[in-house]
């Protein structure tokens, strides 16, 4: 599906693409995800030095309470869904289509996600019940996060009521993981097996269930806070403003939201696997301040080099490049066409497998480039 970048005039007198920074920080993100963080891992794995555990650590999920930096990847992916939704929404509307026109869309998207998720999960064909997940998946977390986000958007025209109502999902959220009791546990508990939400999730999947320590289904109101909160973004660079005060309420923003994810963590835990409160604020100001710079580098200070370029080829096909790492098996390929150079590498030789996947997948989202298409949902 081919795609055309819109361009308008800004407050200080000159064309730019309003989804530059959008594009490249999303390809930052799935960069991460397919190609830098994998390399790296297996790089430090392979020379073994006590001194690169740290580096090691950063490049894993951490185990309950806490944040890595491989930890931003599922917020940034939904932040970025919702960044980008003022202008598709106002592109949308400036078309001539209603809003019951956008309904039909926005479900429609909720369902290939959802469905995209199923075939991620590995287990969509088995066409066995027993092995089958529900709601188990990055992408069934945008879908939910999306679906939450575009409910409060095309209800509330106030931007002022809108964030009332995104702050709201995080409140909610908090209530219910705080003072409801999980049965046999009590209220306030956010160990792995006595938390609400993965009671909820265990009561409400049953078998269905994907068995893990994540939650899904009462954590899609912080989902929506995430989603949302990369909207309100896209709202503040969709304004008339300079580049300089663009940057300067990312920023403010993304310094707050880290602040106060932190203070809430005294009573909250900063843990990713439950979406908790303070993780949401902590990763959304993160995620503020990515955005940040990628404003910086492309919006304002214009730079177009073969960086910006690749971060641009897997931001314009985010959910391919997911996709064709996580479906494809692009590592027992390349282990099929090196396995001779295991003997001659060692230890090394993964790392040379994640060079080579990264290799295949960056040429498969070039050549799409190239040729104008795009995977668009």
Known sequence: MKTQHST?????????????????LRGFDMFFL???????????????????????????????????????????????????????????????????????????????????????????????????????????????????????????SKVSIQLIAGALLVAVYWLLMTFVPAPGFGSGIFTPEGNLAIYIDHAVFGRFDDGTQYTWLLTSLGFGATVFSGYYAGH??????????????????????????????????IIKKIWSCSMILFSSGICYLLLALSFLFTDKWKIDSWWTRGLRFFGLNAIMAYMLHSVFSLDKVVKYWLHGLEQYTGNYFLFFVSMGEFAILFFIIWHMYKHKIFLKV
């Open 8 to 24: 308008s005039v800004n407050s200080e007198g000159y064309k730019y693409e309003r989804l530059a920074s959008i594009d490249v």
């Open 34 to 156: 397919v190609g830098a963080g994998d390399v790296l891992r297996r790089l430090f794995e392979a020379m073994g030095s006590n001194s690169l555990q740290s580096m090691l650590y950063q490049l894993d999920h951490a185990d309950w309470v806490g944040f890595t930096a491989w930890d931003i990847i599922m917020p940034l992916f939904l932040f970025t869904s919702g960044l980008s939704m003022p202008f598709s929404f106002g592109k949308f509307f400036k078309q001539g289509h209603t809003k019951s026109q956008l309904y039909v869309k926005v479900l429609k998207r909720f369902c290939i996600l959802f469905l995209l998720g199923w075939m991620v999960q590995g287990h969509l064909f088995d066409l066995n019940p027993n092995t089958f997940h529900i709601y188990c998946n990055t992408l069934h977390a945008i879908a939910f996060g999306y679906l939450i986000t575009s409910l409060i958007v095309l209800n509330i």
């Open 236 to 269: 503040i660079l969709k304004q008339p403003l300079s580049h300089n005060k663009k940057l300067k309420f990312l920023s403010l923003i993304g310094v707050g939201l880290m602040v106060g994810g932190l203070l809430w963590s005294l009573q909250m835990p």
